[in-house]
């Protein structure tokens, strides 16, 4: 891949010091990331946004975001999420040396205080003589986070999701960046059973955001809307495309750590074909996710990484 072009010498500090930098991947975002951003600015010292290669048409809005303060990173080509995150981290590690990096989303927009509950829960844990792989809230959206136990008190979790996600600089010494050849998807999974191998447990803190799961759609079975307490059923789906990484990646990560996780790496599995087999019956769009689903399983069963190029 070619060298990045980076706006700006470095990210323009924030106020008051919480050696914290937020990196945001972004591709072809909307106006919203602006305030995103703006918002985000007052919880960190600093913000590296990297343009996954969108293209053009989007320089005035990346040049809002630095003039908002943020250091703009712009991919020549889009290289996947694994490859955006790496090089927002080698920016924001060459020119503030921090603490820890929080790695967001673009549709993510983090309420006040989260970095605060996250350094908190950090220290803690650090205080209870658990050294924090990760830190991740509690809550997203709503929904409870999965669980791994408790160590000394400290409460565990299990395949944080990446946006949201607080990385200690110890962290990244220890394992470096994320498997860019996943392109999209699981890249957050491996990098916690990774972390979890050198001994770098996921701690969970008592915060929560707002972020995007899925799109909802109408439940329908032979073309009829199916009722669900007096209103139509709706279901969660991923984009079409997306069911190719989802369960390639799903192979090829659970191949490296099945034999050290096989209880957890089974219960991924399990988990994405339950979604498959629901959204088949209720979702339209059936026969391009389950065609999109077979081609993903067999690169990965043949262990194919990088980006799919072929229809």
Do not use: C
């Amino acid at each position: 891949m070619s060298e990045p072009h980076v706006t700006g010498e470095s990210p323009v500090p924030a106020t008051g010091a919480t050696g914290v930098t937020g990196v945001v991947t972004a591709f072809r975002p909307t106006a919203a990331l602006i305030g995103n951003i703006e918002s985000l600015r007052e919880q960190v010292d600093a913000v590296v946004v990297v343009d996954d290669g969108g293209g053009p048409g989007f320089e005035s809005i990346f040049a809002a975001l630095a003039a908002a303060g943020a250091e703009v990173v712009r991919l020549p080509e889009n290289a996947g999420i694994g490859a955006a995150l790496n090089a927002g981290i080698r920016t924001a590690r060459r020119h503030g040396n921090p603490d820890f990096i929080l790695t967001v989303d673009q549709d993510s927009l983090l309420p006040a205080g989260y970095v605060q509950a996250l350094r908190r829960a950090a220290a803690d844990a650090r205080a209870a003589g658990v050294e924090p792989g990760l830190i991740s809230p509690s809550r997203i959206h709503g929904n409870p986070v999965l669980r791994a136990g408790t160590r000394n008190g400290v409460a565990l979790g299990r395949e944080p999701i990446q946006s949201g996600l607080l990385i200690p600089a110890g962290t990244l010494d220890v394992l470096g960046g994320f498997w860019e050849e996943l392109f999209i998807d699981l890249v957050d999974t491996e990098y916690y059973y990774r972390a979890l191998a050198a001994g770098l447990p996921t701690v969970l803190a008592a915060a929560e955001f707002d972020h995007s799961l899925g799109t909802m759609v109408e439940a329908k079975v032979f073309g009829r809307p199916v009722p669900a307490g007096g209103r139509p059923l709706q279901v969660r789906t991923a984009a079409t495309w997306r069911y190719y990484y989802i369960f390639r990646n799903r192979l090829v990560t659970g191949r490296r750590y099945a034999v050290r996780y096989p209880a957890w790496v089974a219960g991924g599995m399990w988990g994405d074909l339950r979604h498959l087999l629901i959204v088949t019956l209720l979702a339209p769009g059936r026969t391009a996710r389950l065609g999109s689903a077979l081609r993903g399983t067999a690169d990965g069963l043949r262990g194919r990484t990088g980006r799919r190029h072929s229809a």
